[in-house]
């Protein structure tokens, strides 16, 4: 080979890169030295630049692993030519056995590799596209044995996780289905208010007085409380898994048992069994309420009616009747209220009373066993006249000063009677709304009880405290005065000229009893009075002395033992002898 051709580089003549190698090759075995390789320019090229470079498969590799050829000698130019080596073709080159040149490449050095040079590129015309290029698509990713298999594990377990949670669902299902507690909510949803009345109705066994009915017991002490009341349950005693018994109330009264056991062909799976119930049992407390009796106190002459019915006679007790409603001055007059007591209630009852005025009674106290009805106001009234300073009591119960009047008055006994003795000074009291009449006392400033009173225009007078040295002395005369005044009085065995003639002796001339006496006799007609009548007792007392020429006396009538009237007597002393000078009469009856 000329030397003008050595050096030659076939590099970049072929964009084929085992073309390349291929021709490299070639010139290895005409020149004998490799010929340094320029590095070629990379070409440009106007495209987007990719995302990621890969670097390409290193085939040079192929190129250096082959063994370059031995150098052989020029072959002899010829004498008798004239031409000149390059005109003349290449020696042939014998063909070696295969076997011959693998062991003759073994045996060559391998040469040092060289570093790898940029691989040629065509320059090209910049080609302009108006669209971005395509996204490469990347290669799928191979996974290895151990992640399928953790994928097939994972998907195993989510199928069994699954399934678990599925028959878990369904235990829970069957469980919360065949809950008696499920069961006992389904029955209070059943039980409306026409099941209970039906079964009430059908198992109440009271049997009412006149004062209630079986309906409006039924009503009132069963569907009243149900209709209202807030229903709950309990476990009740002997309860099992197998046979639950439930005991239910309704605001806090027991009601009934339900019984339940395992419904038949009722298996709901995982062992479980719906519940039904067998019976509803109503206690007897609710069924058959105890009954009671009830107190009513009220006026004896007042109309008592129960739930609108009027209390008869019969149902009065001889029990005391409540006191606390009696009148503060009448502590005593039970006899003014009576008491009613009633069996076999048991519903609440409406309790009234009417006076006998026709006046509605408010009671001052009212509950489900019972009322008390207050007295209305008395129509009694009573004024009594006492000497100033004195303490007047009504009953036992001693009076203020709010019940005094305020007025002074003179007793008519001591009219006609002033140059004989001064008449003591009287306070009058006035005492209202009393229902009897009533029992009346008085004491001194000192604490000495008053004499019994008299009446004085229908006003009770209380006299100063008796003389008890004077009473002795004089009791006998005025008794025998009074005998002789009651017998011309009721015109004894009609006698009048007898009587009138016995009873001058005590008579003196002048006095208002003289005065009258003698009118009564001229005219033959005694004018009778309390004196008059029969009576079982006379006591004369309460002698009383108003100086030393005065005194007054008091003759208490009697009739089976009850005070029946008085007899009020005044003497004088004219002469050094007593005479009876006025009396005033009156009756309590």
Same mark, same amino acid.
């Given at each position: 080979m000329s030397e003008e051709n050595k050096g030659f580089d076939f590099t970049g003549l072929s964009a084929d890169e085992d073309f390349d190698s291929f021709l490299e090759s070639i010139r290895r075995d005409l020149d004998g030295t490799p010929a340094p390789r320029p590095a070629a320019p990379t070409a440009v090229e106007d495209r987007p630049e990719p995302a990621e470079e890969r670097p390409a498969p290193r085939r040079a590799a192929r190129a250096e692993k082959a063994q370059e050829p031995e150098p052989k000698a020029a072959a002899p130019r010829a004498a008798g030519t004239g031409a000149s080596a390059e005109e003349q073709p290449p020696a042939k080159r014998e063909r070696r056995p295969a076997k011959e040149r693998r062991e003759t490449d073994e045996a060559r050095p391998v040469p040092a590799q060289r570093e790898a040079r940029p691989k040629p590129v065509r320059r090209q015309a910049p080609e302009i596209k108006w669209n971005p290029p395509p996204e490469e698509e990347e290669p799928p990713v191979r996974r290895g044995g151990f992640a399928r298999a953790l994928i097939l594990y994972a998907l195993v377990l989510l199928v069994v996780i699954a399934a678990g949670l599925a028959v878990l669902w369904k235990y829970l299902e069957a469980y919360e289905f065949t809950r008696p507690e499920n069961v006992m909510e389904q029955f209070e949803q059943m039980a409306n208010e026409q099941y209970w009345e039906t079964a009430v109705t059908s198992s109440f066994v009271v049997s009412p007085s006149e004062f209630e009915t079986e309906s409006a017991l039924v009503d009132e002490l069963c569907l009243s409380l149900l209709r209202d009341g807030q229903m709950s349950y309990v476990e009740d005693e002997g309860y099992t898994d197998e046979a639950p018994i439930y005991l239910v109330s309704v605001n806090g009264i027991e009601l009934c048992r339900v019984y339940m056991s395992p419904q038949a062909g009722g298996e709901a799976g995982f062992g479980l069994e719906y519940m039904s119930i067998d019976k509803v049992e109503l206690l007897a407390e609710f069924i058959a309420p105890a009954s009671r009796s009830i107190s009513i106190t009220a006026p004896a002459d007042a109309t008592v009616t129960l739930n609108g019915i009027t209390v008869g006679e019969s149902y009065i007790s001889s029990e005391a009747p409540d006191a606390s409603v009696l009148p503060e001055l009448e502590p005593e007059a039970a006899e003014l209220l009576c008491r009613y007591d009633i069996q076999g209630i048991y519903g609440t009852v409406e309790i009234a009373a009417t006076s006998a005025s026709g006046e509605q009674l408010e009671a001052v106290s009212s509950d489900r066993d019972g009322a008390v009805f207050p007295l209305p106001e008395g129509e009694v009234s009573v004024t009594v006249y006492a000497p100033e300073g004195a303490a007047l009591s009504i009953n036992g119960v001693e009076l203020d000063?709010?019940?005094?009047?305020?007025?002074?008055?003179?007793?008519?006994?001591?009219?006609?009677?002033?140059?004989?003795?001064?008449?003591?000074?009287?306070? %009058?009291?006035?005492?209202?709304?009393?229902?009897?009449? =009533?029992?009346?006392? %008085?004491?001194?400033?000192?604490?000495?009880?008053?004499? %019994?009173?008299?009446?004085?225009?229908?006003? &009770?007078?209380?006299? =100063?405290?008796?003389?008890?040295?004077?009473?002795?002395?004089?009791?006998?005369?005025?008794?025998?005065? &009074?005998?002789?005044?009651?017998?011309?009085?009721?015109?004894?065995?009609?006698?009048?000229?007898?009587? &009138?003639?016995?009873?001058?002796?005590?008579?003196?001339?002048?006095?208002?009893?003289?005065?009258?006496? %003698?009118?009564?006799?001229?005219?033959?007609?005694?004018?009778?009075?309390?004196?008059?009548?029969?009576?079982?007792?006379?006591?004369?007392?309460?002698?009383?002395?108003?100086?030393?020429?005065?005194?007054?006396c008091t003759v208490l009538l009697y009739n089976d033992d009850e005070l029946a009237g008085s007899c009020e007597v005044a003497f004088i002393k004219a002469s050094g002898k007593w005479y009876a000078a006025a009396t005033v009469e009156y009756s309590f009856e």
């Open positions: 000063e709010s019940y005094k009047t305020g007025d002074s008055v003179t007793l008519a006994l001591f009219e006609g009677l002033e140059s004989y003795g001064e008449a003591p000074a009287m306070e %009058a009291w006035e005492i209202g709304g009393l229902h009897l009449t =009533p029992e009346i006392s %008085a004491v001194d400033a000192s604490g000495a009880e008053l004499s %019994a009173p008299y009446l004085q225009d229908g006003a &009770y007078v209380f006299q =100063p405290a008796p003389d008890a040295e004077l009473e002795s002395s004089q009791r006998d005369y005025a008794e025998k005065f &009074y005998e002789l005044y009651s017998a011309f009085a009721a015109n004894k065995d009609e006698k009048i000229d007898t009587n &009138y003639y016995n009873i001058l002796p005590y008579m003196y001339g002048g006095t208002p009893l003289g005065t009258r006496l %003698a009118s009564e006799y001229s005219s033959r007609l005694p004018s009778g009075g309390v004196a008059a009548g029969s009576y079982d007792e006379v006591e004369v007392t309460g002698f009383v002395a108003y100086g030393d020429n005065l005194y007054t």
